[in-house]
Every structure is written in C-alpha cells, then in structure tokens.
C-alpha cells in the first residue's frame, strides 16, 4: 500500500510540462528539505487560479520555442531535469527525469501537440525500465489561457492535476505550477522553479585536424 501512495504521489509530482508537469504532491502532508531561494517547492492549501480566457489570436506551438534546450530544478533533495525539442511537424516533445541520490524516481515523456482546436498537452510516467505507470493512457490536458508570462493548461477530466501552469520568469527561468483538486479534501499547491542549462563550448580536438 505504502509503494503504490509513493507511487502514485511521484506520478503527480512530475506533472509539470511537468511539466512537463508536472508535478503534484510527492507525499501528503510531508515536506521536503533543502529547498532554497532559487527553486521554490510549495505544497499548500490553496484556492486553484482562474485562468483567463485564450487570447483571440489562435495560439500555435511557436509561442511554446523558448522552451527548447534542457533544464534543471531542485525539488527538496531530489533533481528534476526537462529536455525539449523544437516544435516540428505539429509537435513539441519534451523528456524529464527525477532523481534523488543515486536513484531514479521516473521517467516521463510529454507531448504538446498542435490541433484544429486548440494545443493539447499529454503526458506519461514510465520506471526506468519504462513499464508505464498509467495502465489507461496518457494523461491529456487543454490550453486554457495563454500570455507572454504564463501558460494554463486544465483537466476536462480530473483534478489530477486540474491545472498545469508555467509562469517565465525571465528568458533561462521559469516556474512550473501543478494544482490538485483531489475528489476529496483540500487543494494542493506544487512549485519548482526550473533553470536553463547552458551548453558548454566544445573543446579544441587534440588530433592532427586541430594541429592543421
């Protein structure tokens, strides 16, 4: 009973677009240490945002290209690392893992993806060994409001999460907002805020090509 909670609460914490999304709470009413100024972990009791409607110029996956590159952000004592791929033939597919320790938690793969009717987000938790965790399919969310500051996506279906958000900080940061509405209970708040990772410079070579 214990690996499925842990299971299911690492699930919703990666949520992000998480998220990914991804993210909701890794385990109810425990709070992770080591959380600094730089990235913000916050699992509260809060009311969930209201998102403002999409604006009338129809939103395509070009407004999602800064997303492009890798990412990294400290969630308590674990590492959520986010790779993204420019959008490309109508989608914008996106990796993320979390680690703690020597430890991988999960795996997740996301997809945004550009449609008639709008941008949907779609997600799936994998263990390293890539044995899914959702048995029914992704997850799939819908652009609900959109801005140069922030991103909604929400759940037709569930509140788990009912929305994902991304707020830009600045062009190498941004904060990825998870809000769970469970079907009982209180409203959980998750925060991470990500970081851009540069790419270091290459390196001369030491063959006879750098030598020429």
Known sequence: MENAAMKFSLRMACTVVCLLAALAPAARGQKPAGVG?????AVAQAPPSTPTPVSTTKPTLTDFAWLEGRWRGDWGPRVAEQAWFAPKAGVMT???????????????L????????GIDFFFRHFTPELVPWEKSGATVLNLASL???KVDFENPVNGLPKHAILIRVDADTYTARSEIIPGTGDTQVVEITY????TAPEKPSDGNGARR
């Open 94 to 108: 996106g990796l993320f893992r979390l680690v703690e320790g020597d430890k991988t938690l999960v795996l997740e």
């Open 147 to 149: 801005d140069a500051k």
């Open 37 to 41: 100024t730089q990235s913000t972990l």
């Open 195 to 198: 970081h851009r990772q540069k």
């Open 110 to 117: 996301f997809t945004l993806v550009e449609k008639s009717t």
